[in-house]
């Protein structure tokens, strides 16, 4: 199987950074797309970024220009930079990987277990 395991999260004050990462580990054979959702209280989750395995990427119009999402290929691990952070930004964030667990095998997503972050003064 496979584990997304995410650090990171906390608290910020309006205008802070943080970073998020998000390793996978497990039966990995590839790694396709790559995301990150957010979800605030009493809201759907919504996509944030994804990054390509070919490293396009793609945001969601409240956060460009302030986030900036990457990826480490030899360490199947996702990265989201956290700029200029606004109280709207408080959510959970959770990481996705789309994962190929074998040459014949198509891909499966994965989720991870969420990091909380708050943007409060």
């Known amino acids: 199987q496979v584990q997304l395991v995410e650090s990171g999260g906390g608290l910020v004050q309006p205008g802070g950074s943080l970073r998020l990462s998000c390793a996978a580990s497990?039966?990995?054979?590839?790694?396709?797309?790559m995301s990150w959702y957010r979800q605030a209280p009493g809201k759907e989750r919504e996509l944030v970024a994804t990054?390509?395995?070919?490293?396009?990427?793609n945001y969601a119009d409240s956060v460009k220009g302030r986030f900036t999402i990457s990826r480490d290929n030899g360490k199947n691990t996702v990265y989201l930079q956290m700029n200029s952070l606004k109280p709207e930004d408080t959510a959970v964030y959770y990481c996705?990987?789309?994962?190929?667990?074998?040459?014949?095998?198509?891909?499966?997503?994965?989720w991870g277990q969420g990091t909380q972050v708050t943007v409060s003064s």
């Open positions: 996705k990987a789309a994962v190929r667990m074998g040459f014949y095998m198509n891909s499966q997503d994965y």
């Open positions: 497990g039966s990995i054979f590839r790694i396709n797309d």
């Open positions: 990054v390509t395995s070919g490293s396009s990427t």
